[in-house]
C-alpha cells in the first residue's frame, strides 16, 4: 500500500509507518503512527504526530549507529537500556533530582504517552546496530480511571522485558536510511510547494 512505509528486519518483523495520505502527497507537518510488527501483534511506537519529527530523529540515529557513534555502557546490555531508563525515570519523578543521568538520552527514537508505554531505542554493542523495543511505566505521573490496572514501579520492574531488541544488519540500515531520506524530500518538496501557493 503506497500510504504504508516498510521497515523490514525479517519476514516476521517490520516497523510500519503509517501515512494519512499517499506518499507523494505528504509534508512535513502530516501526522503518522508508527507500529512495530511482530509475528502478527502489533506495538504502537510513535502516535499522531508529524511526520518530519519521527524520520528526522530516526534518520539522525541510524546515521551515528552506522558510524559506531552510540555505544552504550556494557551494564546496559543485557537487561536492555529501557529497564534503566525506568529507575532513572522513576526516581526523577519520585525524587526531583535533576543532577542524575539518563542513560537513554542519546539513544532514544521515539516515545508514546503514558497511557501506551512504550520507548524505542538505538544503539550500537560493539560495532552491530540494536534497535530495542522497551515497556516504560505508566503510572509515574498518572492514575488510572480502573484501579486494578494500577502496578507499583517495584512490581513492574522486577517484571520487566523488552518487547524486542533487533539486531540490524548495515545493509538494512542504509536502506532504511535511503526511505528516510526519500520521505524527507517529499515532505521538503511539497513543503515548498504549498508555500509558493500562499
Known amino acids: 500500500m503506497s500510504n504504508v512505509i516498510e521497515l523490514e528486519f525479517s519476514k516476521s518483523q517490520a516497523i510500519q509507518i503509517y501515512l494519512p495520505c499517499e506518499r507523494e502527497k505528504i509534508n512535513s507537518f502530516v501526522n503518522v503512527s508508527i507500529k512495530y510488527k511482530k509475528d502478527n501483534i502489533d506495538y504502537d511506537l510513535f502516535i ?3 511526520i518530519s519529527e519521527a524520520i528526522k530523529s530516526l534518520n539522525s540515529l541510524l546515521n551515528k549507529a552506522l558510524n559506531s557513534e552510540l555505544q552504550i555502557k556494557s551494564e546496559y546490555v543485557e537487561r536492555g537500556i529501557g529497564y534503566y531508563h525506568n529507575i532513572y525515570s522513576h526516581e526523577l519523578w519520585t525524587t526531583d533530582k535533576l543532577d542524575i543521568d539518563d542513560p537513554a538520552e542519546n539513544f532514544l527514537i521515539w516515545s508514546t504517552p503514558s497511557h501506551v508505554g512504550i520507548e524505542t531505542y538505538i544503539y550500537n554493542i560493539q560495532d552491530e546496530i540494536y534497535i530495542e523495543i522497551s515497556p516504560i511505566y505508566k503510572w509515574n505521573s498518572d492514575y488510572p480511571d480502573d484501579e486494578r490496572e494500577y502496578e507499583t514501579f517495584e512490581d513492574f520492574i522486577s517484571q520487566h522485558q523488552i518487547i ?9 540500515a542504509l536502506q532504511w536510511q535511503k526511505k528516510c531520506f526519500e520521505v524527507l524530500e ?3 518538496s511539497n513543503d515548498r510547494n504549498d508555500l509558493k501557493k500562499t
Open 48 to 50: 499522531n504526530d508529524f
Open 164 to 172: 524486542g531488541i533487533i539486531n540490524i544488519n548495515r545493509e538494512v
Open 186 to 188: 517529499i515532505a521538503e
